[in-house]
């Protein structure tokens, strides 16, 4: 046999949203060695007036006589929209199309259903900077894949940083990156470092990295080469290269009212003036110490604010309130102190005396934030207030409906005070921090639970640090604009190293200049610039490196409109609270993204390969190289081993055991069924796969632990312990059905028995057991793998009343649609958080879940953290032990699974019991 899926050939990408490229075989059941060699990666990046464009092209051959399926993971910035994908096979180019996401879901699934090769790429919400795509490459084949994302370089701390990562995870023959820039004005400041990871650390940026080499072919632009040969990467690793490449630069100011381009009929005005005096600040913190923030995450707080509180600069005013389930206000004899030696360390004896415990009371720590800061009893408008808010988890105590709380600071927030979030760790509520910083004029950040969390809170204060403007507003003059097309020109804060881009259209192709005012707020008090002013791009370009010269100038100023409008739509979506506004500015931001090509949370790319003549054919002959072993290896063991606190299964009596995203463990419940009862496992409407298992009862102990009940007549009964397994499991899908009994198993009526070492195509399915009698693989195709496991007893063992039974397990699940149900199924795409956790006097650690994802409603459910054996590999793994056979955690009670027959979807009406 050549392979788990030898016979298909097929690629699929799922992309979700920074530029991470890595490369990994998959989870094979045989474990071959890689077999797939990354040949060439080449990066190449073009900066135009800051923005970029940059295009991943990467070669992988296979030279095993297999097909071998290889991952990509690719990490684009979280300001990126990609807009090109191609892949190259066998010499024929595939291109990607753009589609509304729903669209582009069921082009997708309804390409993979008829048995072509597919690819899909989309932004995942919930995973904003990650893309990863598979390709199941052919023996003795080669693939090509170019990615293009644009991104708008954004300015912080003075710098714009273009970061590329680099992570072939192996030494590749040709590793080239190139970044081109062209600006109009002079280049400043340009530092290419050495590779680095994510984690920062001190003055890590003041090196070089000597594998890079800059070309400056004029003032205004420059060339960067970096590639290191086989040997230099060696060098570093065994691995290969892997880190972050970064080029930062600046460019030179002269005028305060900033910078506009202009070509045909677009314009793009950078405003970043220089030489500003700072304005004085009123400053309040709202931290949270609540019980998830105990340890690490609370003393990296205490080091950070630490040194925030010592940077704070002396006439601002500032106060600090920290929650939990209580709101506690630092001080109280006025709602801001100002900035001074004795305030400063008051304050950081505050925050050293603070012990995470508690709920998280996140509306009224917000109320009562707010009020302090438009109370302060200094009124003078050169003071610029914001707000920074740190929290790690959602709302647990007071009001805990997000919208409301969201009402709440919006009626509240009269002065339009900046909130700035911090998202603190993975159990955050980003989308709600999302929503209350667009809703009031800030931006969310999430700072990563990591060793460099301090210098990440650190870091983000030194962006917002400095206050030079606020309460700006843009006004273009003369009507040589088309107001309406205008990006945002209102401003409530500008701070010193950032910069302020407004894009539009112009009411003339041949327009190259306009007039412009800008009005606002500065340590001075009022001010006004009013000046004439624009560039045309194609006065710009006579020194173009020669690399940049076959770029397509004319529609540059165009892109970035285009980005910068989808961009702004999709802010306002978060901010506005009626539906059919919201509504209205989807339908525009779906409209530009299908126009101009961009991925973005509305829109998805679709990549589908014409269906090859080499798929799997019914067959049940066996050639010499199809030994069941060259899947298995020498035992199924060690592939579940790898995976083992992966898997998803019902074994024994019967546990349920699921891996949810969200959660480090896995959370375990028991259903107690009766004896011929048939309950759903799995159920996919869109995959046609069904999976069903018969509850077989056991007298377990007949006579050592039964129990003898004397009745009033004399008479004495007997009652045995009777415990519940699954002794019957059915699998439908792909025009099969597999009966599966301890005693033999079954495809489509034709019987099979255990022991012989086999394998079966039946369709596009291959079933293939172990040769022991102990285990039986089914492989559909798209990813989906199932594995039974039998559990057989001895004579003695039966002699007690025990029974033969079967165990279920998902190993791959990633072919399975958002819609998949069932006891097991529900849980693929559900996401479970741990929002508290205790341990009492006894060692006994107990939980609140949250459970959301594909369910009808969020729900909390109570868990006590325990361990069960997994089956399949003879060993122990950590969960969280739901009771009371699921309550709260499935959807509905147990009794709602159970169907009319082995074969049948279609849930049956039962009294419900009461769990």
Same mark, same amino acid.
């Given at each position: 046999?050549?392979?788990?899926?030898?016979?298909?050939?097929?690629?699929?990408?799922?992309?979700?949203?920074?530029?991470?490229?890595?490369?990994?075989?998959?989870?094979?059941?045989?474990?071959?060695?890689?077999?797939?060699?990354?040949?060439?990666?080449?990066?190449?990046?073009?900066?135009?007036?800051?923005?970029?464009?940059?295009?991943?092209?990467?070669?992988?051959?296979?030279?095993?006589?297999?097909?071998?399926?290889?991952?990509?993971?690719?990490?684009?910035?979280?300001?990126?929209?990609?807009?090109?994908?191609?892949?190259?096979?066998?010499?024929?180019?595939?291109?990607?199309?753009?589609?509304?996401?729903?669209?582009?879901?069921?082009?997708?699934?309804?390409?993979?259903?008829?048995?072509?090769?597919?690819?899909?790429?989309?932004?995942?919400?919930?995973?904003?900077?990650?893309?990863?795509?598979?390709?199941?490459?052919?023996?003795?084949?080669?693939?090509?894949?170019?990615?293009?994302?644009?991104?708008?370089?954004?300015?912080?701390?003075?710098?714009?940083?273009?970061?590329?990562?680099?992570?072939?995870?192996?030494?590749?023959?040709?590793?080239?990156?190139?970044?081109?820039?062209?600006?109009?004005?002079?280049?400043?400041?340009?530092?290419?470092?050495?590779?680095?990871?994510?984690?920062?650390?001190?003055?890590?940026?003041?090196?070089?990295?000597?594998?890079?080499?800059?070309?400056?072919?004029?003032?205004?632009?420059?060339?960067?080469?970096?590639?290191?040969?086989?040997?230099?990467?060696?060098?570093?690793?065994?691995?290969?290269?892997?880190?972050?490449?970064?080029?930062?630069?600046?460019?030179?100011?002269?005028?305060?009212?900033?910078?506009?381009?202009?070509?045909?009929?677009?314009?793009?005005?950078?405003?970043?003036?220089?030489?500003?005096?700072?304005?004085?600040?009123?400053?309040?913190?709202?931290?949270?110490?609540?019980?998830?923030?105990?340890?690490?995450?609370?003393?990296?707080?205490?080091?950070?604010?630490?040194?925030?509180?010592?940077?704070?600069?002396?006439?601002?005013?500032?106060?600090?309130?920290?929650?939990?389930?209580?709101?506690?206000?630092?001080?109280?004899?006025?709602?801001?102190?100002?900035?001074?030696?004795?305030?400063?360390?008051?304050?950081?004896?505050?925050?050293?005396?603070?012990?995470?415990?508690?709920?998280?009371?996140?509306?009224?720590?917000?109320?009562?934030?707010?009020?302090?800061?438009?109370?302060?009893?200094?009124?003078?408008?050169?003071?610029?207030?914001?707000?920074?808010?740190?929290?790690?988890?959602?709302?647990?105590?007071?009001?805990?409906?997000?919208?409301?709380?969201?009402?709440?600071?919006?009626?509240?927030?009269?002065?339009?005070?900046?909130?700035?979030?911090?998202?603190?760790?993975?159990?955050?509520?980003?989308?709600?921090?999302?929503?209350?910083?667009?809703?009031?004029?800030?931006?969310?950040?999430?700072?990563?639970?990591?060793?460099?969390?301090?210098?990440?809170?650190?870091?983000?204060?030194?962006?917002?640090?400095?206050?030079?403007?606020?309460?700006?507003?843009?006004?273009?003059?003369?009507?040589?604009?088309?107001?309406?097309?205008?990006?945002?020109?209102?401003?409530?804060?500008?701070?010193?190293?950032?910069?302020?881009?407004?894009?539009?259209?112009?009411?003339?192709?041949?327009?190259?200049?306009?007039?412009?005012?800008?009005?606002?707020?500065?340590?001075?008090?009022?001010?006004?610039?009013?000046?004439?002013?624009?560039?045309?791009?194609?006065?710009?370009?006579?020194?173009?490196?020669?690399?940049?010269?076959?770029?397509?100038?004319?529609?540059?100023?165009?892109?970035?409109?285009?980005?910068?409008?989808?961009?702004?739509?999709?802010?306002?979506?978060?901010?506005?609270?009626?539906?059919?506004?919201?509504?209205?500015?989807?339908?525009?931001?779906?409209?530009?993204?299908?126009?101009?090509?961009?991925?973005?949370?509305?829109?998805?790319?679709?990549?589908?390969?014409?269906?090859?003549?080499?798929?799997?054919?019914?067959?049940?002959?066996?050639?010499?190289?199809?030994?069941?072993?060259?899947?298995?290896?020498?035992?199924?063991?060690?592939?579940?081993?790898?995976?083992?606190?992966?898997?998803?299964?019902?074994?024994?009596?019967?546990?349920?055991?699921?891996?949810?995203?969200?959660?480090?463990?896995?959370?375990?419940?028991?259903?107690?069924?009766?004896?011929?009862?048939?309950?759903?496992?799995?159920?996919?409407?869109?995959?046609?796969?069904?999976?069903?298992?018969?509850?077989?009862?056991?007298?377990?102990?007949?006579?050592?632990?039964?129990?003898?009940?004397?009745?009033?007549?004399?008479?004495?009964?007997?009652?045995?312990?009777?415990?519940?397994?699954?002794?019957?499991?059915?699998?439908?899908?792909?025009?099969?059905?597999?009966?599966?009994?301890? $005693?033999?198993?079954?495809?489509?009526? *034709?019987?099979? /028995?255990?022991?012989?070492? +086999?394998?079966?195509?039946?369709? =596009?399915? @291959?079933?293939?057991?172990?040769?022991?009698?102990?285990?039986?693989?089914?492989?559909?195709?798209?990813?989906?793998?199932?594995?039974?496991?039998?559990?057989?007893?001895?004579?003695?063992?039966?002699?007690?009343?025990?029974?033969?039974?079967?165990?279920?397990?998902?190993?791959?699940?990633?072919?399975?649609?958002?819609?998949?149900?069932?006891?097991?199924?529900?849980?693929?795409?559900?996401?479970?958080?741990?929002?508290?956790?205790?341990?009492?006097?006894?060692?006994?650690?107990?939980?609140?879940?949250?459970?959301?994802?594909?369910?009808?409603?969020?729900?909390?459910?109570?868990?006590?953290?325990?361990?069960?054996?997994?089956?399949?590999?003879?060993?122990?793994?950590?969960?969280?032990?739901?009771?009371?056979?699921?309550?709260?955690?499935? $959807?509905?009670?147990?009794?709602?699974? *159970?169907?009319? /027959?082995?074969?049948?979807? +279609?849930?049956?009406?039962?009294? =419900?019991? @009461?769990?």
């Amino acid at each position: 046999m050549a392979g788990l899926f030898g016979e298909l050939r097929c690629f699929c990408l799922f992309v979700c949203f920074g530029v991470s490229l890595c490369f990994t075989n998959s989870l094979d059941l045989d474990f071959k060695p890689k077999t797939t060699k990354v040949v060439s990666l080449h990066i190449k990046s073009s900066i135009l007036y800051r923005f970029s464009s940059t295009s991943v092209t990467s070669t992988i051959i296979n030279d095993d006589v297999r097909a071998t399926e290889t991952f990509f993971e690719v990490t684009l910035p979280d300001a990126a929209f990609i807009s090109n994908f191609t892949l190259e096979i066998d010499g024929n180019v595939y291109l990607g199309e753009i589609k509304e996401k729903e669209v582009a879901k069921n082009t997708y699934e309804n390409a993979r259903w008829m048995g072509q090769s597919a690819g899909h790429i989309e932004t995942r919400p919930r995973d904003t900077n990650k893309f990863k795509i598979s390709i199941n490459i052919a023996a003795f084949s080669e693939v090509t894949f170019t990615l293009t994302y644009n991104e708008l370089l954004q300015r912080r701390r003075g710098n714009y940083d273009h970061t590329i990562y680099v992570n072939p995870g192996q030494i590749v023959d040709s590793l080239l990156v190139e970044v081109t820039i062209q600006e109009s004005r002079a280049i400043t400041q340009l530092h290419v470092p050495p590779l680095r990871d994510d984690i920062l650390t001190e003055h890590q940026n003041s090196l070089w990295n000597t594998y890079a080499t800059i070309r400056r072919p004029s003032l205004t632009s420059a060339y960067i080469r970096y590639n290191p040969s086989p040997e230099d990467q060696k060098r570093a690793s065994l691995q290969g290269m892997s880190g972050l490449f970064i080029v930062e630069y600046d460019v030179e100011r002269t005028t305060h009212v900033g910078e506009v381009m202009v070509v045909n009929g677009y314009f793009v005005h950078y405003f970043a003036p220089q030489g500003l005096p700072r304005m004085k600040r009123k400053v309040l913190f709202i931290l949270d110490y609540s019980g998830s923030m105990l340890g690490t995450k609370i003393t990296q707080l205490k080091t950070a604010m630490s040194e925030i509180l010592s940077n704070l600069a002396k006439g601002d005013r500032f106060n600090i309130i920290r929650f939990n389930g209580d709101v506690t206000k630092w001080w109280n004899h006025s709602a801001l102190v100002e900035v001074n030696e004795y305030s400063v360390n008051a304050a950081k004896n505050f925050i050293n005396d603070i012990e995470a415990d508690g709920w998280t009371n996140i509306n009224d720590a917000l109320t009562e934030g707010m009020d302090l800061l438009q109370e302060d009893d200094e009124k003078d408008p050169t003071y610029a207030s914001l707000m920074i808010f740190l929290t790690d988890g959602y709302a647990t105590e007071g009001e805990m409906d997000n919208s409301k709380i969201l009402d709440t600071i919006n009626s509240r927030n009269k002065d339009r005070v900046p909130i700035f979030s911090l998202s603190f760790g993975d159990e955050a509520d980003y989308g709600f921090l999302k929503k209350l910083s667009a809703q009031n004029n800030g931006f969310v950040r999430k700072i990563y639970e990591e060793s460099d969390a301090s210098l990440q809170l650190t870091g983000f204060y030194g962006e917002v640090a400095s206050t030079l403007l606020s309460n700006l507003t843009f006004r273009y003059l003369d009507d040589t604009v088309v107001g309406k097309s205008v990006t945002n020109t209102i401003y409530p804060i500008f701070f010193e190293g950032s910069e302020i881009v407004i894009s539009g259209k112009v009411s003339e192709v041949n327009v190259s200049a306009m007039t412009l005012e800008i009005c606002g707020t500065s340590s001075k008090g009022p001010l006004e610039w009013r000046t004439a002013t624009g560039n045309n791009i194609f006065d710009l370009i006579q020194n173009a490196p020669s690399e940049l010269v076959a770029s397509n100038f004319s529609d540059i100023t165009e892109k970035i409109w285009a980005y910068m409008t989808i961009k702004q739509l999709l802010i306002n979506r978060l901010r506005e609270r009626n539906a059919t506004a919201r509504t209205e500015l989807k339908r525009k931001a779906l409209e530009l993204a299908l126009k101009y090509n961009f991925v973005t949370p509305l829109t998805s790319m679709v990549v589908t390969r014409p269906q090859d003549e080499n798929v799997i054919r019914p067959s049940a002959d066996l050639r010499l190289n199809d030994s069941p072993y060259s899947v298995w290896g020498d035992t199924l063991k060690g592939s579940l081993e790898l995976k083992r606190n992966k898997l998803s299964f019902v074994d024994s009596d019967p546990h349920f055991i699921v891996r949810v995203k969200g959660l480090k463990d896995s959370v375990c419940f028991d259903v107690m069924g009766n004896e011929g009862d048939i309950f759903n496992l799995v159920k996919d409407e869109i995959s046609g796969i069904v999976v069903n298992a018969k509850v077989a009862t056991s007298s377990e102990g007949s006579r050592i632990n039964s129990t003898s009940t004397k009745h009033r007549n004399g008479t004495q009964e007997s009652k045995s312990n009777l415990k519940t397994y699954f002794g019957e499991i059915t699998i439908s899908g792909d025009n099969s059905v597999i009966n599966v009994s301890p $005693d033999q198993w079954t495809v489509n009526g *034709l019987p099979y /028995n255990w022991r012989p070492a +086999q394998t079966i195509t039946v369709h =596009r399915t @291959k079933l293939v057991t172990d040769g022991t009698g102990k285990m039986i693989a089914l492989m559909f195709p798209h990813k989906i793998t199932l594995l039974i496991v039998r559990h057989m007893r001895t004579e003695r063992q039966l002699e007690m009343g025990k029974i033969h039974f079967l165990g279920f397990y998902i190993v791959d699940d990633r072919g399975f649609s958002w819609y998949t149900h069932g006891l097991l199924g529900q849980f693929i795409y559900r996401r479970i958080s741990l929002e508290k956790k205790k341990t009492s006097k006894i060692g006994k650690t107990r939980g609140k879940l949250k459970i959301e994802g594909n369910t009808k409603r969020m729900r909390r459910v109570s868990a006590l953290l325990g361990k069960r054996v997994n089956l399949a590999i003879n060993d122990y793994v950590s969960c969280w032990m739901v009771q009371r056979n699921g309550r709260r955690l499935i $959807d509905g009670v147990f009794t709602d699974y *159970l169907v009319t /027959n082995s074969t049948s979807p +279609q849930y049956r009406k039962r009294k =419900r019991s @009461k769990t």
